[in-house]
């Protein structure tokens, strides 16, 4: 695991401190599962099964929904049952009881009638065909990013349009002050008209990554975790935190920081129902091993207003360069920097543009938007665009040439060659699930 990594999720998990409580739609919960939380009543708590409690899944989003009074959580899942324990005793911890159900099958909560909406924090690779399965069973959907391509990511919008569900892709930096303010500053004309957004990311996996097959885990249901991916032997590298740095379930640094920095880039440009129209660059990539998505990259994006968005790999960081001056920063949540100076102390007036934000971070949006029934402030379509950027840097390394995209609708005007790689056959029998 990278430092950058330890250091991110360290950071959130000390950033998760301050909620609040507020009035939640009705639902049911037995009376015995008030708990200690037993200060909001039964009938006015959102109900959550936790599918995917690793890491992250646990440290921030089962702790995040732990602290807020009108949440209640009922059941955790996970293929590997170290993993769901922890998450179990957890729960326990906060509510002072043992009714917490726990599940390998995350069709088990899905089937759930008790249940409002739960959390995906699996691996890439599961994230759309989980959710859509989540809508269609009546759940509202906060999910983990990013997508694995273009095409599911289109059908997950669909789908949530179609059975009118509310859906939160889940990233905090739309929440963090420093990346809100400079998106607002920028979006409100402060550094005139922009012409160059750039953006830096971590680079990929250090190592190649061991191939060799080993025993599967005691306990671990190994061929769920691949789900629809195509069969692998089994290998420590592959899974849990190393899944990142391998197409068959992610799109390295790329799609994983980038669904956090690459957001910023479109919502300070104003572009978050589209994206660029070209894409080019390099990439560098381990030739042996276990490993295959780029460790190192340079690429350049085109808008079809002149706007260039440049990504390295790196230090994280966001930058916007317009015509009367920049602002940026360089670190994950660093302290703004802008020149001229004058730009950080600029008021936004009532009658300018006030982007969206939840201070108290993306499960608290997610619980508001569940009771009000309005959009999430990183809804399905934001989202998908968003991802779409990285996938396009992606296809543009592997085939190593200059790649025309349509927006609208979704496709390379120059290869039909880049246009088979905008989705994925799914294994039998999960192919079904998003479908």
């Not at 692998?232 to 920095?261: E, Q, V």
């Amino acid at each position: 695991m990278s430092k950058r990594h330890l250091t991110r999720r360290g950071f959130l998990r000390q950033a998760i401190a301050t909620t609040s409580a507020g009035i939640a739609l009705p639902s049911v919960v037995r009376s015995s599962a008030l708990g200690k939380a037993g200060d909001v009543a039964a009938s006015e708590r959102i109900t959550l099964g936790m599918i995917g409690t690793g890491g992250h899944g646990r440290d921030v989003n089962l702790r995040s929904f732990l602290s807020h009074r009108d949440a209640q959580v009922i059941a955790v899942c996970d293929v590997d049952p170290t993993q769901s324990q922890i998450a179990r005793q957890m729960v326990a911890k906060q509510y002072g009881n043992q009714d917490c159900a726990v599940y390998r099958d995350f069709r088990e909560v899905l089937a759930r009638s008790d249940i409002d909406a739960v959390m995906i924090s699996t691996p890439d690779h599961w994230h759309v065909p989980i959710a859509i399965a989540a809508a269609r069973a009546g759940k509202d959907v906060e999910c983990e990013k990013p997508t694995l391509t273009i095409e599911e990511g289109r059908r997950l919008v669909e789908t949530m349009k179609r059975y009118h569900r509310v859906f939160q892709w889940s990233t905090e930096d739309r929440s963090v002050d420093v990346y809100h303010r400079m998106c607002e500053l920028v979006r409100n004309g402060r550094i005139g008209k922009v012409h160059t957004i750039k953006v830096g990311l971590p680079s990929g996996p250090a190592e190649a990554g061991d191939p060799t097959p080993m025993p599967v885990p005691e306990g671990f249901d190994y061929d769920m975790w691949l789900g629809p991916a195509p069969w692998a032997p089994y290998t420590k590298g592959r899974c849990h935190w190393n899944f990142r740095w391998i197409f068959d379930y992610s799109g390295g640094m790329l799609t994983d920081w980038g669904a956090h920095l690459l957001d910023g880039a479109q919502w300070g440009n104003d572009t978050e129902q589209t994206g660029p129209v070209a894409v080019e660059g390099q990439g560098v990539f381990w030739r042996d091993g276990l490993y295959n998505t780029a460790k190192d990259f340079h690429l350049e994006y085109t808008y079809a207003k002149g706007v260039k968005l440049i990504v390295d790999s790196g230090t994280p960081s966001l930058r916007f360069e317009g015509s009367e001056g920049w602002i940026g920063n360089h670190g994950w949540r660093a302290k703004l920097q802008a020149e001229p100076a004058s730009i950080l102390g600029s008021v936004i007036g009532a009658n300018e543009t006030h982007l969206t934000t939840c201070r108290q971070g993306e499960q608290r949006n997610f619980l508001d938007c569940v009771k009000s029934r309005q959009e999430c402030y990183f809804p399905p379509e934001i989202g998908h665009r968003c991802f779409t950027i990285a996938h396009l840097g992606n296809v543009a390394m592997l085939l190593g040439k200059k790649l025309q995209w349509d927006p609208q609708a979704e496709r390379f005007t120059n290869s039909e060659e880049a246009n088979r790689m905008l989705g994925r056959a799914g294994r039998s029998p999960w192919s079904a699930v998003c479908s």
